[in-house]
């Protein structure tokens, strides 16, 4: 089993910027995607971008496009998502996952048997 604790997160104001990070330790090998996904208080967890192990290749909904990019360093087994332009609709708590799935890139959370224990993202003034 993958074991994945994400760090970054903070208090930004709307505008700026945070880095978050998600290190992985254990079985990484098994595993050929990693996702962000985020959770506000009393709604779903959603997916906002991921990225293949095997390619690199990323991907994110329209939500995010633009502002959010996902990178990995596979000598650190860490994968970053560096996030701009945050608005408060950003505000969530924001986890990491890993996935062996072909489905992996519809970033939908049931297909992520792998998650870290989240960290909060408030972006206010």
């Known amino acids: 089993q993958v074991h994945l604790v994400e760090s970054g997160g903070g208090l930004v104001q709307p505008g700026g910027s945070l880095r978050l990070s998600c290190a992985a330790s254990?079985?990484?090998?098994?595993?050929?995607?990693i996702g962000w996904f985020r959770q506000a208080p009393g709604k779903e967890r959603l997916g906002v971008s991921g990225i293949s192990s095997i390619d690199g290749s990323t991907y994110y909904p329209d939500s995010v496009r633009g502002r959010f990019t996902i990178s990995r360093d596979n000598a650190k087994n860490t994968v970053y998502l560096d996030m701009n332009k945050l608005t408060p609709e950003d505000t969530a708590v924001y986890y990491c996952a890993a996935s062996t799935s072909d489905y992996a890139d519809s970033l939908l959370p049931t297909v992520y048997g792998a998650w870290g224990q989240g960290t909060q993202v408030t972006v206010s003034s």
């Open positions: 254990g079985f990484t090998s098994d595993y050929s995607f």
